[in-house]
């Protein structure tokens, strides 16, 4: 499975912007799937997940209220809704694919990591 994600970009404190995230299988509509971020000299941390039917989401703590998950099975494609974006939420973004219908915020539970999208947000 290849994924490519897109959307990134600089945009000014308050801005929003939408990822997404497109599958080259569409065999990923049985599983669940992931934004992760990683911020120069950070770890890589889960930002949202989503169930395989989008029943259930996750988000973090740091983007609860601001950021929102989403799916289409139609198009193989995940979509990460930021509003409200803080210099902080600076980092180069990750959809990943789980091995499973779920998700989880341990990185060795996804098999499929797309390339990054690099988000910059300045003050």
């Known amino acids: 499975v290849q994924l490519q994600a897109s959307g990134g970009g600089l945009v000014q404190a308050g801005d929003s912007l939408r990822l997404s995230c497109a599958a080259s299988k569409r065999t990923v509509s049985n599983n669940g799937m992931a934004w992760f971020r990683q911020a120069p000299g950070k770890e890589r941390e889960l930002v949202a997940a989503?169930?395989?039917?989008?029943?259930?989401?996750f988000a973090a703590n740091s983007v609860q209220g601001r950021f929102t998950i989403s799916r289409d099975n139609t198009r193989s494609t995940v979509y990460l809704q930021m509003n409200r974006l803080k210099p902080e939420d600076t980092a180069v973004y990750y959809c990943a694919v789980a091995r499973g219908s779920w998700y989880s915020g341990d990185r060795s539970f996804y098999n499929y990591w797309g390339q990054g999208t690099q988000v910059t947000v300045s003050s």
């Open positions: 989503i169930s395989w039917n989008g029943s259930s989401t």
